[in-house]
């Protein structure tokens, strides 16, 4: 069989030597025509055979569908030859591969962790349409384009995703799983802390955030994990300092840090750093458009008036003092009614419905002491709410009693009191149905246990018994008991007033 040509095809139908330069060959170029390229080395020819068995008949291969598919582009430059002649010179092509390198396969072990990380974050945030998350929550949406080569955030996320999994199927096998997954990402911790330069990345202070979640949804310590993980994390920005929170990611985790250093600093009635000018600087530029932003700048403040009203009750306190901590108590409460008035500007972000069109509460709680209830307009309004009427009532509840105590109020204003007092609870229990349900996640669900626990002390003082009880009684089906070995407090950091009372290391 003779050997076929291989020069381009325009010298083969020209019959010509080709000199078969690539991508075109010379002898084109010379005669400025355009090199039409080479049949590809893997062509090959076909044969027809038919059914008597007689020699195969040849087919002749269709050669134009290789013409020109090794170029690209039609723009081409006219030059002079070195013997005067014009000569048209093609812009640069770009061939493409023939063998494109394989991709990696997937690890099983990685598999596995892009499932359950899509299945915790389709359970624990929202299913439900509106406005941009609260920032704590969008600070999930970026997990699964975090870098999978930190050791310590991937074994956090593990931890994180088993114990969601575990809380949804109320599986106790489960439970165990994620415990050891939890010691497993303590240890990263550990040593992620310990470099100085790992200390201080976001995902270390990320890991660290997602474990303290991790403690929310199947801690044993009765809240001790969770206050030492928020101390923890509040010494990390410490170290850090807030020059260093300037891109997105860092922000988010900054704005998650501050709510878990709020609600320690509701139950503790301890003030942390994040009260102070520098650190309410980093925030300040986002609280102009972000109302969930603005609302924590004002309810960060409330921690350190509960902590100076407690100082009063030493017997040599001036007058001064406690006329100071009033006046500026009130000063925080007129901005959070500003803040309000401007968050309804087009009027209330919720409407009143009968609650039984909350999906699923009914088998939480089946008493109807809070009906109707508030159906919000979207997810971000009803977190913006129940932060707002949580902070309101620990803050008007403390100016309450130090006006009591401290100044004279007449019937007419202990009623007034009463009433906005009592309106702050009961807007608590009316909003907790709507973070109950399963379209919401359990990011709703756990961000309203907190408001919960307030509403129900406010009860407990004023002799409320019947509201008191279903305060306790949502709150102990929204935690899923009996996945618990020990009985789970209706105040998760009772034991850790007494262990850290008095403790100088306490942020």
Known sequence: MPKRSTG????????????????????????????????????????????????????????????????VGSSSQQSEGPHGQAVIRRADSHPKPVD???????????????????????????????????????????LPSMPANSQVLMAAVDALSAAQLAVDKRNQPLIHRSRSLYGTALSQM????????????????????????????????????FFYHVQGLLHLLRQRGPASFQSRLSLQIFHAIRYNSLTIGYHMRKASMLDSPEWLAVTAKVAKVDPYVALQDICILIPRLLERTDKLARPDCPQSEIDKVIDDSHNVASR???????????????????????????DICP?????????FHYFSAGICYLIYWMSMLLLQGNTFRLLRQYRQLDMKQLIMWDRQLSSYAESICRSVPYNSRPTTGYTAKFGSLTPL??????????????????????????????????PVSLDPLEGVKNDVKGDPRYI
């Open 8 to 71: 381009c095809f325009e010298c083969r139908k020209r019959k010509v030597r080709c000199d078969e330069a690539k991508p075109e060959c010379s002898t084109c170029l010379r005669r400025g025509t355009k090199c039409p390229g080479y049949r590809p080395t893997q062509a090959f020819i076909l044969h027809k055979f038919d059914d008597q068995g007689e020699k195969p008949a040849l087919i002749k291969e269709d050669e134009n569908r290789y013409r020109y598919a090794n170029q």
């Open 100 to 142: 494109a390198p394989l991709p990696r396969q997937v690890s099983a072990v990685a598999a596995d962790r892009i499932q359950h990380l899509c299945t915790f974050i389709a359970l624990y945030l929202p299913r439900v349409e509106g406005p941009a998350l609260p920032p704590p929550s969008a600070l999930m949406l970026g």
């Open 190 to 225: 550990m040593r992620a802390i310990q470099d100085p330069v790992t200390a201080l990345k976001d995902e270390t202070l990320l890991s660290t955030y997602l474990l303290t979640l991790y403690e929310v949804f199947v801690g044993i310590t009765q809240g001790h994990g």
């Open 336 to 362: 959070a009614f500003e803040w309000l008035s401007n968050f309804e500007n087009h009027g209330p972000q919720y409407n009143e419905v009968d609650i039984a069109t909350m999906e699923g509460f009914l």
């Open 367 to 375: 008493d109807r002491i809070f009906d109707p209830v508030f159906d």
């Open 453 to 486: 626990m307030a509403a129900r002390r406010y009860y407990e003082a004023k002799g409320a018994k019947t509201e008191a009880g279903w305060c306790g009684k949502v709150y102990m089906g929204a935690r899923v008991p009996e996945l618990y070995d020990t």
